[in-house]
């Protein structure tokens, strides 16, 4: 009887032990939230004078201003349209071994028959294309079929996921007015706002950026305002430089327009739109909180 009494407080204290353990580790604080700072920029990267970026500086002077960013306001994940391999390349040796990129080309299609974009008038294997790159981690690529003229340049939408943080990363960049040269009256962007909505509706952590080629909605005199009924992606998201219920904000283009954007459903901390003499586009930074 003795000995089964000491048996029985040994199992009980146990329990007690076991139990309290347990109390602790449920008690223990989650952990802090995480800052990510994503940046898009259409570098205006092509050699080709039927780009019109001529005068727009060198490929070192283009990278130098991704590498200013990186360090001075400290992005972690770069969203860029109109990129050069060659830039790419040398970007990734700058910044160093943390950091990762996924490029994807533009293509010309010619009545669906496709063909890499050079990135200079002669073709030499350097492309010109867009691309996500990050630090810490790029995991899961995927580009994704959406509608693209059946003559003209075809650009790439694009995913990958930012490790570190858990977050969707989307590259997007929209067919502009006349983008197709045999109908250059017919347009493809409202058809892509609505499919790239219903893509990055499937993340429950997305940042989505680019120059989408159109204004906002209510940009006043927009003509092409019409173009987001079917994928308003203000609808799903904030825009980092939104105000108010307004859908629209400050230009990030030479020409006076916003083609630019990053949205998404995370905090907001900040929002910044750099002008840069390397590229006819702003760079737009947005700074949000990660859970």
């Known amino acids: 009887m003795l000995r089964f009494s000491r048996i029985l407080a040994v199992a009980v204290v146990g329990i007690i032990i076991a139990a309290g353990a347990h109390t602790r580790a449920d008690a223990r604080p989650a952990p802090p939230p995480r800052n990510l700072q994503v940046m898009s920029w259409n570098m205006c990267g092509s050699l080709r004078p039927t ?27 770069a969203l860029l349209q109109e990129i050069c391999e060659d830039a790419l390349d040398l970007l990734l ?3 160093g071994s943390a950091w990762s990129a996924r490029f994807v080309p533009y293509r010309w299609s010619q009545d669906g028959v496709l063909a890499d974009s050079p990135c200079g008038p002669v073709v030499n294997g350097n492309r010109i294309g867009t691309a996500i790159v990050v630090r ?11 509608t693209q003229p059946w003559t003209g340049l075809q650009r790439p939408f694009h995913c990958a996921t930012a490790a570190y943080w858990g977050v969707r990363l989307c590259n997007a960049h929209l067919t ?40 906002p909605p209510d940009r006043v005199g927009n003509t092409r305002a019409w173009l987001w009924n079917g994928g308003d992606l203000y609808a799903s998201y904030d825009e980092c430089d939104q105000v108010g219920p307004l859908r629209d ?22 929002c910044a739109v ?18």
């Open 93 to 95: 040796t700058d910044l």
């Open 136 to 146: 810490a981690g790029l995991a899961a690529p995927v580009t994704h079929t959406i």
């Open 176 to 215: 502009p007015a006349g983008g197709n040269p045999d109908h250059p009256t017919w347009e493809y962007a409202d058809d892509q706002l609505e499919e790239i909505r219903d893509i990055t509706a499937t993340h429950p952590r997305v940042v989505l950026g680019g120059d989408l080629n159109v204004n």
């Open 274 to 291: 750099a002008d840069s003499a390397y590229s006819d586009h702003h760079v737009v930074i947005q700074s949000i909180t990660v859970p």
């Open 249 to 270: 904000g400050r230009p990030t283009h030479n020409g006076g327009w916003k083609l630019d954007y990053i949205f998404t459903g995370e905090t907001r901390r900040w």
């Open 51 to 77: 780009w019109h970026c001529e005068n727009t500086g060198t490929v070192r002077q283009k990278v130098d201003v991704v590498r200013y960013h990186v360090a001075n306001s400290y992005v972690r994940a």
